[in-house]
């Protein structure tokens, strides 16, 4: 490494150590996110139903959005019936005007902002990536990666006002290494790696934590349509939505505060490497 290099990235390191003020903030209740608010996108099912599941135990009120009423409404009956604090509404993340809406009910309802899960993603294209058009790449990539900068860009002021928060992306092991037949999609979650380095340090001096979730192949209904391959030891079965759920969790908890920019594996053994 040239020594003008290595001085640029030592002043970064050190620029985001002056400016981050988590450490020594950690409460003796570390897993309890009681009086914080989380909204959570494509949260009707699956990973991000298992998200606001797992917000919502640890004490935070969470906001749940799908595209139809229909899932909405279901979800939400199943998380009041678990004791959450659940508010619900529909909501396509590939539309401004539905990003406004969501992020502006839930100041009205919920009074602030805390954690944003960014889950939603598409994906309208199987096959070999040299036959996908350029209208399948705008929405892929409008939806899994354009929408979750501006939700972020939306929700980041209203963080501020309370004096931090939690930016979580749910990428995919696809990220790593991209699945057959998904080369459009997988280009997407790579992007999000991305995302979430960029984001980190410029986000730091407001003490918002950017850090990001890779699962393997998760039992969800997405999953049922990619060919299942044995890749490590624990592969043997399917992941679980409630495991990734978790993980996220954590990374909005007291106990993740000196975690940053970072993307978390959940991938049951499958190796990881760009």
Same mark, same amino acid.
Request: hydrophobic share 40%.
């Given at each position: 490494?040239? *020594?003008?290099?290595?001085?640029?990235?030592?002043?970064?390191?050190? *620029?985001?150590?002056?400016?981050?003020?988590?450490? &020594?903030?950690?409460?003796? @209740?570390?897993s309890?996110?009681?009086?914080? /608010?989380?909204?959570?996108?494509?949260?009707?099912?699956?990973i991000?139903?298992a998200?606001?599941?797992?917000?919502?135990?640890? &004490?935070?009120?969470?906001?749940? @959005? @799908?595209?139809?009423?229909?899932?909405?409404?279901?979800?939400?009956? %199943? %998380?009041?019936?678990?004791?959450i604090?659940?508010?619900?509404?529909?909501?396509?993340?590939?539309?401004?005007?539905? *990003?406004?809406? %969501? /992020?502006?009910?839930? %100041?009205d309802?919920?009074?602030?902002?805390d954690i944003? /899960?960014?889950?939603?993603?598409?994906n309208?294209?199987?096959?070999?990536?040299?036959?996908s058009?350029?209208d399948?790449?705008?929405?892929?990539?409008?939806?899994?990666?354009?929408?979750?900068?501006?939700?972020?860009k939306l929700?980041?002021?209203h963080?501020e006002?309370r004096?931090?928060?939690?930016?979580?992306?749910?990428?995919s092991?696809?990220?790593?290494? !991209?699945?057959?037949?998904?080369?459009?999609?997988?280009? @997407?979650?790579?992007?999000l790696?991305?995302?979430?380095?960029?984001?980190?340090?410029?986000?730091?001096?407001?003490?918002?934590? /950017?850090?990001?979730?890779? !699962?393997?192949v998760?039992?969800t209904?997405?999953?049922s349509a990619?060919?299942?391959?044995r890749?490590g !030891?624990?592969?043997?079965?399917l &992941?679980?939505?409630?495991?990734?759920?978790g993980?996220?969790?954590?990374?909005?908890s007291?106990?993740?505060?000196?975690i940053t920019?970072?993307t978390?594996?959940?991938?049951?053994?499958? &190796?990881?490497?760009?």
């Open positions: 490494m040239q *020594r003008h290099e290595s001085s640029v990235m030592f002043r970064s390191v050190f *620029r985001c150590i002056r400016t981050n003020p988590v450490a &020594g903030q950690r409460s003796m @209740s570390q309890s996110l009681a009086g914080k /608010v989380a909204i959570v996108t494509a949260s009707t099912d699956g991000g139903l998200a606001a599941q797992a917000l919502g135990k640890r &004490g935070a009120h969470v906001v749940v @959005s @799908s595209r139809r009423q229909a899932n909405v409404n279901k979800a939400v009956t %199943l %998380l009041q019936s678990q004791s604090q659940v508010t619900g509404t529909t909501c396509n993340v590939g539309k401004g005007e539905d *990003r406004e809406k %969501l /992020v502006q009910m839930t %100041l309802q919920c009074g602030g902002i944003l /899960v960014s889950n939603a993603a598409v309208p294209f199987f096959g070999n990536i040299m036959d058009t350029e399948i790449w705008d929405k892929i990539l409008s939806v899994n990666v354009k929408s979750a900068f501006l939700m972020t929700v980041v002021p963080m006002k004096g931090g928060g939690n930016v979580v992306f749910v990428s092991v696809a990220g790593y290494q !991209p699945m057959q037949a998904l080369g459009p999609y997988s280009v @997407s979650k790579t992007a790696l991305g995302l979430t380095r960029a984001l980190a340090p410029e986000l730091a001096h407001s003490n918002i934590r /950017v850090n990001c979730v890779a !699962p393997g998760i039992k209904r997405f999953s990619v060919r299942r391959k890749h !030891p624990l592969c043997i079965t &992941g679980e939505p409630e495991e990734v759920g993980v996220i969790a954590f990374l909005c007291e106990e993740a505060s000196y920019g970072e978390i594996t959940v991938t049951g053994g499958i &190796g990881c490497r760009l």
